[in-house]
Nanobody
């Protein structure tokens, strides 16, 4: 059974930092797309960052480029999202997501993920 468990969400002031973690179990991801998604109240879910495991590529939505960094620790089966210079518009529920892919191109374009966690709340106040 695949499980993705997020942690690290919190309430912070604008300009602050947080590191989200996603513990992965039951999923062998030698060729996979691991991503962080977010959804704010009243808004559609959006992809924030993704890392193409086995291919090396990372991709970010424009609004977080230069501020967020996605990484993974294969030994710990954990995916991280380091978030710096947080803004009020970053406030959302953040979800970890995963899917097996056959290429980096597929990973970079993937819209629907097979697995998703329950989410962790990030609130940024001005």
């Amino acid at each position: 059974q695949v499980q993705l468990v997020e942690s690290g969400g919190d309430s912070v002031q604008a300009g602050g930092s947080l590191r989200l973690s996603c513990g992965v179990s039951g999923f062998t991801y030698s060729r996979a797309c691991m991503a962080w998604l977010r959804q704010a109240p009243g808004k559609e879910r959006e992809g924030v960052a993704r890392i193409c495991t086995g291919y090396g590529g990372t991709y970010y939505t424009d609004s977080v480029k230069g501020r967020f960094t996605i990484s993974q620790d294969n030994a710990k089966n954990t995916v991280y999202l380091q978030m710096n210079s947080l803004k009020p518009e970053d406030t959302a529920m953040y979800y970890c997501a995963a899917a097996r892919v056959g290429s980096e191109y597929e990973c970079s374009r993937l819209a629907d993920f097979t697995y998703r966690g329950q989410g962790t709340q990030v609130t940024v106040s001005s």
